[in-house]
């Protein structure tokens, strides 16, 4: 079936609104009376040719007692649903009266099978049917929806001369005009659209960062694919067709198995009826959903793993509810959250009020460790990701276990005003646990924020787009992997740092140079001697003879009664400091993959102490039980590109100009006095 059919029939059932609903619902709210009953029309149509073996077998399964009838259902009606009401649409068209129709429609929706149920309790359609009652438009949708001049069957509907008057709608072109219905109704509420509905020019550039890189290695098989926010399907949906391409275009057999879980209720509906209507109906059953349904604190697919895994999180949604439900920050114990990693426990928890890292590493717990092409992820984030969170937080640990695993490949930043609701910064990260040798310990950052077409009409927010050659730009500069203006190469290691305290001793004027003061002595002094840089340090421990000197972790000589003894000082809070000191002050740390080892981490920390804090600060020293291992990836310092300085000609031609333009006004206005 062509375009344009499609197309007349997604006018159709939009204008279906404005007939029937217009006075009765504000534009915004046409969607909850029109998506539900698209699919409700379509399921109808499909399900018409069985209709009598559905209600023959349901007679007899009731009649020998059997209470589990899905499944004889599902193959009585040849199909992934079923209704076991006495009715079609067809048949509720001759009701006359407004209440007998409103209770006949309802049995009918009874009769659907469990997952369409879901989908129309989800949709909350069922609150609407009183409304559509009372007000008498009940019998209007329905009769609009089975105008004869629109085709909704798979089959085509003949002319009494068995000439075809209107082709059948098969399952890809029905799934297409659903996705279109969709895709209009978000544009005219783009306030939330963006929330469940990533742009297709992004997904599409994800599909491909997945899958083009490892296509020549995809083998005949079954593949598992993996949204963890699904949102209304589309990332799923576009994948799986990239991955269909691909192999086919290499004479590849895949079959492939769609997952997902989403949180909001009618955004599931929409994906578990576009899978239905698209004849999947086994993905449907895959894609678990609605709002006790949180990704992080009630995962639908606990233990299992999957091939590809893509996804866009929510930015900056507060994930409180969860964290108590999971125990509040003590007390989570779930092993996506709180992993082992080089003999120590690392907790992932980000702060709650941003859970998008969560969702990152919840697909990190799902990659396949044994098969020969593991797991590859593509999942957009704002630059938060990139940055937030200290030395030893959550953010900076889930970066850090990414990365010393050598699970990042690349970092794609977006251009800006790509979204539907956001004019922010975005992100796609791109993981593997499998990576090529020529990647290996190495992060490609790329700079796509210039490749962008701008779109004729502004939607929202969203003011540009990918276009092919967009993407197949960025995809090949992912794949030639070579260092240009765009494309920057780095070892693991340079986006960690330590995190060390620098102490400065506490002095104060009058005290005894040569004794040790106790802490409550020390607090009483506080209270009343002055500091001064030249005044002497506050011991508080002396050493035994024979203890080493070790100025730098604080282990300073001094002479105590004509003796030279090892002493400790108490700290200055007052100039206590932190410095972040890169892991690539360690030479080794330079080389691809190469993580440092304590030795490494005390040499590098004292030679940068040496040249960046001693020459100011002799008597500073550090403390090695503060050391944080931190990890960031500050995209713009890579990038950045300072604005060329004017030549000096220009300059002092522009101050002339100013000059002679000052002494015309002066002369102007010392010659008007005349």
């Known amino acids: ?28 709210k046409y ?53 076991t009401s006495p009715f079609t649409l067809r048949d509720l068209k001759a009701r006359s009266s407004r209440q007998q129709l409103e209770a006949d429609f309802r049995a009918y929706l009874d009769g659907f099978s469990p997952n369409v149920q879901e989908i129309i309790d989800n949709f909350e359609f069922r609150n609407q049917i009183s409304r559509l009652a009372r007000a008498d438009a009940l019998g209007a949708l329905i009769e609009k929806f089975l105008d004869p001049s629109i085709n909704l069957s798979p089959d085509p509907v003949l002319n009494d001369d068995g000439t075809v008057r209107l082709p059948g709608l098969d399952n890809h072109a029905m799934g297409t005009i659903f996705e279109e219905l969709v895709r209009r109704f978000n544009e005219e509420n783009n306030e939330e659209a963006g929330e469940h509905w990533t742009p297709r020019d992004a997904v599409r550039l994800m599909a491909r960062l997945i899958f083009e890189p490892i296509a020549d290695r995809i083998t005949d ?38 997952f997902g879980q989403e949180i909001n ?48 999180p929510p930015y900056g949604k507060s994930w409180r509810s969860d964290l108590e439900r999971m125990g509040g920050r003590s007390g989570i114990k779930d092993p996506r959250f709180v992993v082992q990693h080089r003999g120590e426990e690392l907790s992932l928890i980000t702060r709650s009020s941003d859970g998008q890292m969560l969702f990152l590493a919840n697909m990190l717990s799902k990659m396949k460790h044994d098969t020969p092409l593991g797991s590859r992820i593509a999942e957009v984030h ?13 953010e900076s640990n889930i970066r850090r276990w990414i990365i010393e695993n050598d699970w990042l490949e690349a970092i794609v930043a977006l251009p800006l005003n790509m979204f539907y609701n956001t004019g922010i910064a975005t992100y796609i990260w791109v993981l593997t646990n499998r990576k090529p040798e020529h990647r290996k310990g190495r992060v490609q950052l790329i700079d796509a924020t210039q490749w962008y077409k701008p779109l004729r009409k502004n939607l929202g927010k969203k003011n540009c787009e990918l276009s092919e050659e967009d ?59 002055e500091r001064a840089d030249d005044a002497p340090p506050v011991i508080k421990k002396i050493h035994q003879p024979g203890t080493a000197p070790d100025p730098l972790r ?32 360690c030479a080794a740390c330079h080389a691809p993959g190469y993580l440092p080892s304590k030795e490494d981490e005390r040499t590098a920390i004292e030679a940068f102490l040496h040249r960046e804090v ?61």
């Not at 269909?244 to 198995?257: D, F, I, M, P, T």
């Not at 929409?270 to 678990?288: P, Q, T």
Request: charged share 25%; glycine share 8%; with cysteine.
């Open 614 to 674: 001693l020459p100011y600060a002799p008597d500073a020293w550090y403390d090695p039980e503060s050391i944080k291992v931190g990890y960031e990836i500050n995209f713009n310092r890579y990038f950045y590109k300072p604005k060329a300085l004017r030549p000096l000609e220009e300059i002092r031609a522009d101050l002339l100009a100013v000059e002679r333009e000052a002494e015309g006004l002066l002369a102007e206005i010392l010659g008007g006095r005349g």
């Open 471 to 529: 993407i197949r730009r960025i995809v090949d500069t992912f794949i030639k992997f070579e260092e240009t203006e765009q494309s920057k190469i780095f070892p693991n290691a340079a986006f960690g740092y330590w995190k060390v305290t620098v102490e400065r001793p506490l002095r104060l004027k009058g005290i005894d140079p040569e004794r040790t003061y106790t802490p409550k002595e020390i607090k009483s002094l506080l209270e009343k001697a």
């Open 382 to 394: 704002n630059g938060s990701s990139l940055f937030t969170g200290d030395a030893g937080q959550g």
């Open 554 to 585: 604080g282990l300073f000589e001094a002479t105590i009664q004509g003796k030279t003894r090892v002493v400790e000082y108490e700290p200055d809070t007052e100039l206590r400091d932190t410095e972040q000191i890169p892991f690539l002050e």
């Open 265 to 312: 209720a009618e955004t599931y509906a929409i994906c578990k009826a576009d899978l239905l209507l698209k004849g999947e109906g086994e993905a449907a059953d895959n894609i678990v959903g609605g709002p006790e349904h949180s990704t992080l604190s009630n995962d639908a697919f606990p233990g299992r793993t999957f091939d590809f895994m893509l996804s866009n």
């Open 31 to 83: 969607r909850d009376v029109i998506l539900p009953m698209t699919v409700i029309r379509r399921l109808d149509a499909v399900l018409e040719p069985t209709k009598q073996a559905v209600l023959e077998m349901k007679a007899s399964l009731d009649k020998a007692g059997i209470v589990h009838q899905d499944a004889a259902l599902r193959q009585a009606a040849g199909q992934a649903f079923y209704n």
């Open 221 to 258: 098989g079954t593949y598992l694919l993996y949204d963890g926010a699904c949102g209304t399907g589309g990332m799923l949906t576009v994948a799986e067709e990239t991955l269909l391409h691909l192999a086919k275009e290499r004479g590849k057999q895949v079959s492939v198995h769609l």
């Open 1 to 28: 079936m062509e375009n344009g059919q499609l197309t007349w029939i997604t006018n159709f059932i939009w204008g279906i609104a404005d007939d029937v609903l217009r006075d009765l619902y504000v534009r915004g």
